[in-house]
């Protein structure tokens, strides 16, 4: 694969270099930087990470907070173009090496209709085409309560994409479907009853290999609505997980109405009601509220947020609501400096773990602090 982005980057750069109209290319990128800090203990006064590393008792600024991407755009024809997008996340499991984000041709069947073909991004939230476009929204990062609920960050397969404009509205919708492999984290709670088979954060292969969905959504001049639904059949050898099942739904809107700036979202996921699935993929419910108010160049925002237990009460479900207070300065035309104080309270779940996102139980309160630069580019 990296072999083949190679290829198809040198092609694209040779293009936009020839005298010829053979392709119009266009590069575009993006990166966030960030610093976080915690001071979450348990009741032994030990101090506990939290997600994964995300923030510790020592201020970091190598987490997967850091992102950076560029994208590669070539219009072949008036019908076909083709998309490339690379990026480099830090913390300790991504090390900045390069990923392919997307990489898919586009037929244009006509001004409105499309299709892609390739690997393309997973439109599971309401903010997944930006979700690592840190400038393209307030907060430092998207909630995690809701935006950790999938690890799966793209597809490879076919997708329909129909958009209209009509007015000051604009709909969409979208069908899509395919397969993919995928890596996520393994859960605190999960390693420490593990017997020593997993580490909390350690990466964990899976795949997708029949997934089906469906995306609408209807913006204006004050905001927006969209409503997803995702379906596939989940393998992943470490838990024992063959064709089994799972479901991924999400509810949001936002609101842009004068200096007024409003956010939120509901997911819903659902697997299969067995140990091995709910283990790895517990049944979970998850939302958000931002409330913002624009003064000149800055954005003061509160959020809260929640995740809770879905319909099966998973003994690892992960079970918490946070406080968010944060900041947004605009420091130029296209760049934004942020600060947040976070307050998380985990609680329990139906067995009694109460771990929320930290990597440990026993955490009554704890505060994440971050502040982070974001640009485009």
């Not at 960030?34 to 970091?60: C, H, I, R």
């Not at 994208?71 to 076909?80: G, L, N, R, Y």
Request: proline share 3%; aromatic share 14%; hydrophobic share 35%.
């Amino acid at each position: 694969m990296k072999k083949y982005v190679l290829g198809l980057l040198a092609w694209l750069l040779v293009c936009a270099s020839l005298p010829v109209q053979a392709a119009d290319v266009s590069i575009s990128g993006y990166a966030s930087f960030a610093g976080t800090y915690s001071d979450s203990k348990d009741s032994s006064g030990t101090e506990v990470p939290y997600y994964f590393g995300l923030a510790t008792n020592k201020a970091q600024f190598d987490t997967v907070d850091n992102d950076i991407g560029l994208q590669f755009a070539a219009t072949v024809s008036d019908k076909v173009d083709m998309t490339v997008v690379l990026h480099a996340r830090g913390g300790s499991n991504n090390n900045y090496s390069i990923d392919t984000q997307w990489a898919y041709a586009s037929y244009h069947f006509t001004q409105d209709l499309e299709l892609r073909m390739g690997k393309y991004k997973g439109p599971f939230y309401m903010i997944s085409d930006y979700k690592n476009v840190g400038y393209a929204y307030p907060w430092v990062r998207p909630p995690l309560e809701v935006y950790s609920t999938n690890p799966i960050e793209a597809l490879s397969g076919l997708d329909v994409l129909w958009t209209k404009d009509a007015g000051h509205m604009r709909y969409l919708f979208e069908v899509y479907g395919g397969n993919g492999s995928h890596t996520g984290q393994v859960l605190a709670q999960v390693a420490d009853g593990s017997g020593g088979a997993f580490t909390a954060g350690q990466a964990v292969s899976f795949d997708t290999p029949k997934s089906f969905g469906i995306n609408m959504s209807m913006s204006g001049d004050i905001g927006s609505v969209r409503l997803g639904y995702y379906s596939t059949d989940v393998t992943a050898a470490n838990f024992g997980i063959t064709n089994q099942h799972g479901s991924f739904a999400g509810l949001g809107f936002t609101i842009d109405w004068k200096n007024i700036v409003v956010y939120s979202e509901y997911i819903i996921r659902d697997t299969d009601n067995t140990t091995a699935m709910q283990s790895a993929f517990p049944d979970q419910i998850a939302y958000y509220m931002t409330v913002g108010y624009r003064i000149k160049k800055y954005l003061p925002y509160l959020t809260y947020a929640k995740i809770d237990e879905g319909n099966f009460k998973s003994p690892v479900a992960q079970v918490q609501d946070s406080v968010a207070l944060g900041l947004r300065a605009e420091v130029g035309d296209a760049s934004a400096v942020k600060f947040e104080v976070m307050r998380v309270s985990p609680q329990k779940n139906s067995a009694g773990g109460d771990y929320g996102l930290f990597n440990s139980g026993g955490v009554k309160d704890g505060n994440v602090y971050t502040v982070s630069f974001d640009t485009i580019f």
